[in-house]
Nanobody
């Protein structure tokens, strides 16, 4: 079955960096678009970045120039490098794989940015 396991979250000061990882299994990872979402307290889950199987990337405006999404198809891993973090980046970050029938999510990893 599909499994997505995120790691790498934590507490960091504003201006710092974190790298999130998502280990995927149960599907042909190298052929699929992957995404990172986040959900802050009291807010809706929002799309942060996507990366296609070919490596094309899209970012939400608020993270452009600060976050970088990448993937390692040999290891079934997708990453989110987050630099110049701001307190408003505080959220639970989720890895996502979507089919036409279903959205798969990891358990999430907490990122907290202190001011």
């Amino acid at each position: 079955q599909v499994q997505l396991v995120e790691s790498g979250g934590g507490l960091v000061q504003a201006g710092g960096s974190l790298r999130l990882s998502c280990a995927a299994s149960g599907f042909i990872f190298s052929r699929k678009t992957m995404a990172w979402y986040r959900q802050a307290p009291g807010k809706q889950r929002e799309l942060v970045a996507t990366i296609t199987n070919g490596g094309s990337v899209v970012y939400t405006n608020s993270v452009k120039g600060r976050f970088t999404v990448s993937r390692d198809n040999a290891k079934n891993l997708v990453y989110l490098q987050m630099n110049s973090l701001k307190p408003e980046d505080t959220a639970v970050y989720y890895c996502n794989y979507a089919t036409t029938m279903y959205n798969y999510w990891g358990q999430g990893t907490q990122v907290t940015v202190s001011s």
